[in-house]
């Protein structure tokens, strides 16, 4: 019997080969500004022409049926998720992991079987890797129907900077875990929605990334989704991970703490 991990990776590949889910980016360039790093990766135009903000559509892509080899597993014990392959995915094993309730929205709290989910995939792929929400349309979500996401990669240099408590000049909240269990992936989220609301700005937050990686949960307010020099940022924009086209990179490349800050709450 496959595990999770097999099974996600078998169906990744099978996808890739069948052009049914692609790699979005085959080139990056990283900066380095005022001792922080962050990459940029640029869309491979041969399979991606989108970055939208996120909006009805007449078939919900995260609901069921699904193209060919898009669906890895539903997922139980304890969750009740539809893990499909991302259609543009950052790695290999790359999967969003969506409710199986239709009416459940992005932007809803987190609940249990949410938590049950995060944890499966954290511990069965060796307790790494990145689990993330992006909670609200300004959060940098492409997609209405709620879900959280999985990568199996931990290349997030901010993601390095906020689990070590260093100041960054926007908000963020963070939780060291030592073990990816649904009780500590709960306690951390109760955790850290507690300090935002409580915080400053706390009224004025409706937006935020919840993020999981290096034995740490963190969680950065959001103001908007997309910069006015053209990008949008979710969770792995505010952990160092930037998506664009090459061609707006030497307007960027300058300012990428300006546009993290812009877009999240200075400080």
Sequence with gaps: MLSLKEKVLTHAFD??????????????????K???????NFYDRSVYTGDHPPREESKDP??????????????????AHNIQINLYSFKPGHVVISSDNPSDRQGDPLNDTDFHAFSQFLLDFGNKGIG?????NESGCSQLHKHIQYIPTEDFPIADVMSKGK???WLYYSKKIEWFSPECVKDAWNDLTSRMKSGKFGDDIKHFNFVLTKHHAFLVPRKQARHRLGITLNSLGVCGQFFTYEEK????????IDIVRDLCYAI
Excluded: W
């Design 62 to 79: 995260l609901l069921p049926p699904y193209p060919p080899h898009i669906l890895a597993t539903h997922l139980q014990n304890g969750a």
């Design 132 to 136: 993330y929400y992006n909670s609200g």
């Design 167 to 169: 100041n960054l000049p």
């Design 34 to 40: 005022d001792g922080l790093k962050f990459q940029f």
């Design 249 to 256: 990179f030497e307007s960027m490349k300058d300012h990428p």
């Design 15 to 32: 996808c890739f080969k069948a052009r049914t889910a692609f790699i979005i980016s085959q080139k990056h360039h990283i900066v380095e």
